[in-house]
């Protein structure tokens, strides 16, 4: 009996792996996450377990720990308060408690010195309870309680830690935010190499995750790095190594599990510095789903403009949600192949993109069709969108002496609103052109694209509309087909005895559409069209290269005009692909890049709340092809000298 118990217990712990994969702490009411990967490693082998003792927490493993750096050649009172102030207004996840161990390293020539009975006041005063530095230490007995020369190994920023009471290790400390707005699929965290893991940790929420990010302090902006410590997410169709990508369906996420790279558009941001705190909502594929019906497998995330109800728009719509809701998020990556960074830039009230057709390589992300995939940003703010777009896109650094002289202003609103502007959002759109005019030394030329077609078409079909009317269907039809739906069906089938996975109503009836109505030789007419409608463009439209500007023209025209669309109205079953052609086409037919900026919001009567809240308006800028930095230069001078503004997070753009 006893020995078949043995054998028992043997085999069990044989088979047994126990992984810690950090905890969740909670330092003085705020949660954090601690522990994963460690970066360092606190004193040596002599005197680890001493500092240890005097460092630790009665009953817990980890305790809270600050690296500080100074160049004072003598440590002050004044500088241990100035240091503490600075963290606190620099970093979100830096907080006062922090400071109960507090390591100090100089970053002078020398060693600083610290004498430790002038500092007795302060020291008490900000709660430290252990100060060490790597020596230099004076005032004191070395060994007495709160004071000890001690260093860390391993290559380790400023900033705050928690450190493992048990084995002396720094793990970076990550606050943890709430999704409430449901705009992420998961948080991620590095994996110390050069992927991720999905994060282990939650608050509690409704529905929601918690998304861990990193404090800011551990980073510093070089030349090589400009975009250092700004914390982004992105749109869950790009692959990033270690985690699995949903594309906004559950069976393709557990089908293909972790991936084995990322996206080089993903990793250019992490070279340039960038933080990576999740992936991001998406409708189904990128393709096209509408709230209430569409958003079957995973749930919509929430656009917190207005009443919080509205039509987020898509398909990039968890990473305008995330920028719109969250400070602590800075930038947002997502995608537009017509129109699904620029309708949830409109929607939410954003700084976001489509740029030149091929700014950016897009392998490694599931592909809506090659023919016109884009990837861009979004943020809150224009100065920061144009510097990381111009970080980013490494091709398009033209050369340029002016802005565009000549301003091009569209008779009509964008095709992806009703067309009627009411009188508040026509007052917006006239003060901002009339800013514009001002700021360019230009008065604009009303611009009607028809019109100009028809004059300049030369032997190009007569009828614009109808050339390029179902060429946006076509193509994306035929190509998500061939290249995501078609495979993932059969891996799909291969691995569940022949069973075809879900997929939402959108995405399936526009891959049926496909097999009629996307042949081949529809499909290579359907390129022709869009050649000679970029040709056109190039030569005799809006989007005529100039060598002093890049671009001849800036093109404007109101985007979003503050109508509200509500995400609880019942709409009919998708039945094919979006038709027709209008002006939000034209950037993706020409290849050429576009920005909405937000120029102001308007108020509405709610039906949710039976209050007036606001909803955003915004304009489309475009510009020729390949001049996508002059574009970002414009944005970012505009908000400098104040025709533009940043807007906050929130129910308001202006609060
Ligand atoms: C948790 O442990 C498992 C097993 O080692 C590992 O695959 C996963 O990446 C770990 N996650 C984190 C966040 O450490
Ligand atoms: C500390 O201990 C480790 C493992 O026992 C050893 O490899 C290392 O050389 C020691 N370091 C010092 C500074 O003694
Ligand atoms: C350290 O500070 C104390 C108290 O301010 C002072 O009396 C002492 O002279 C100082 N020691 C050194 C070495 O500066
Ligand atoms: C990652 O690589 C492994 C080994 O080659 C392979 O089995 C797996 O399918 C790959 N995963 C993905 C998502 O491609
Ligand atoms: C603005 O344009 C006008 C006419 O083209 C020109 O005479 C004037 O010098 C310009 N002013 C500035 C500030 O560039
Ligand atoms: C633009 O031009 C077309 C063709 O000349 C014309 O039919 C249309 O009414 C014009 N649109 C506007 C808004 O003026
Ligand atoms: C291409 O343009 C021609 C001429 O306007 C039109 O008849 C045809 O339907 C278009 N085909 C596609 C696939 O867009
Ligand atoms: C909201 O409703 C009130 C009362 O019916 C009306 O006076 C007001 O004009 C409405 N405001 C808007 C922005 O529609």
Redesign the pocket.
């Known amino acids: 009996m006893r020995r078949t118990l043995l054998l028992v217990a043997a085999s069990g712990l044989a088979g047994a792996s126990l992984v810690d994969n950090g905890t969740v702490v909670t330092l003085d009411g705020v949660p954090y996450y601690a522990g994963g990967v460690p970066v360092g490693q606190l004193g040596d082998n002599c005197t680890r377990r001493a500092l240890l003792a005097a460092a630790a927490l009665p009953g817990l493993d980890f305790f809270p720990m600050t690296i500080a750096e100074t160049s004072a050649a003598q440590l002050e009172a004044s500088d241990l308060l100035r240091i503490a102030t600075r963290y606190e207004a620099e970093d979100d996840v830096f907080r006062l408690p922090f400071l109960r161990t507090l390591y100090v390293r100089s970053t002078g020539a020398s060693q600083t010195r610290i004498n430790v009975s002038s500092l007795a006041a302060q020291l008490s005063h900000l709660n430290i309870a252990l100060l060490m530095a790597p020596g230099g230490l004076s005032g004191a007995e070395e060994d007495a309680t709160g004071v000890a020369t001690g260093r860390i190994r391993g290559t380790v920023p400023k900033g705050p830690y928690f450190v493992s009471a048990s084995s002396g290790h720094l793990y970076r400390a990550h606050r943890l935010y709430p999704d409430d707005n449901l705009a992420f699929v998961q948080g991620v965290v590095s994996d110390g190499r050069d992927g991720f893991v999905s994060l282990p940790a939650v608050t509690e929420n409704v529905m929601a995750k918690s998304i861990a990010v990193p404090s800011r302090l551990y980073f510093a902006t070089t030349e090589d790095q400009p975009l250092a410590g700004l914390r982004f997410g992105v749109k869950d169709i790009f692959h990033v190594r270690g985690v699995a990508t949903s594309g906004g369906n559950r069976a393709y996420f557990y089908l ?5 790279a990322t996206a080089p558009a993903v990793q250019r941001l992490l070279d340039l510095g960038a933080v990576l705190v999740g992936k991001m909502g998406t409708v189904q594929f990128a393709n096209g789903d509408r709230p209430t019906a569409d958003w079957v497998d995973l749930h919509a995330p929430f656009n917190p403009r207005g009443d919080g109800y509205q039509d987020p728009s898509g398909s990039s719509t968890g990473p305008a949600a995330g920028v719109a809701s969250y400070d602590w998020l800075d930038l947002a990556v997502g995608s537009d192949t017509g129109g699904s960074m620029r309708g949830p830039a409109g929607a939410d009230g954003l700084f976001g993109n489509r740029p030149s057709t091929g700014a950016i390589p897009l392998d490694h992300v599931i592909p809506l069709s090659p023919v016109s995939d884009t990837a861009g940003l979004f943020s809150r703010s224009g100065v920061l969108w144009a510097r990381a777009t111009q970080a980013w896109y490494p091709a398009l650094r033209s050369h340029y002496t002016s802005f565009p002289r000549t301003l091009y202003r569209a008779v009509a609103p964008s095709d992806w609103t009703s067309g009627h502007l009411t009188a508040p959002v026509s007052s917006l759109v006239d003060t901002f052109v009339e800013k514009l005019e001002r700021f360019l030394n230009t008065s604009a030329t009303p611009a009607n694209y028809t019109a100009l077609w028809e004059e300049t078409r030369g032997d190009r079909p007569r009828d614009l509309a109808d050339m390029l009317h179902s060429t946006y269907g076509v193509y994306i039809t035929h190509d998500q087909w061939r290249l995501l739906g078609e495979p993932f069906f059969a891996d799909y089938a291969a691995k569940h005895d022949g069973r075809r996975p879900f997929v939402n109503p959108g995405p399936l009836a526009r891959w049926q559409w496909s097999r009629t109505h996307a042949t081949d030789e529809i499909y290579a007419q359907g390129l022709r069209n869009i050649s000679l409608f970029k040709s056109w463009y190039e030569t005799e439209g809006y989007g005529r290269p100039d060598s002093a500007s890049c671009s001849e023209g800036l093109y404007v025209y109101p985007w979003s005009i503050g109508e509200p669309s509500y995400r609880n109205v019942y709409t009919t079953a998708p039945t094919g692909p979006p038709l027709g052609f209008g002006d939000s086409s034209t950037a993706v037919m020409a290849g050429v890049p576009e920005v909405i900026v937000p120029i102001g919001e308007v108020p509405y009567n709610s039906t949710v709340t039976l209050r007036t809240e606001y909803l955003p308006v915004t304009m489309a800028l475009r510009v020729a092809r390949g001049c996508d930095y002059v574009l970002a230069s414009l944005v970012a001078a505009l908000e400098e000298s104040g025709v533009l503004r940043a807007v906050a997070t929130g129910p308001r753009l202006y609060p």
């Open positions: 293909y599990g972790a991936q084995n």
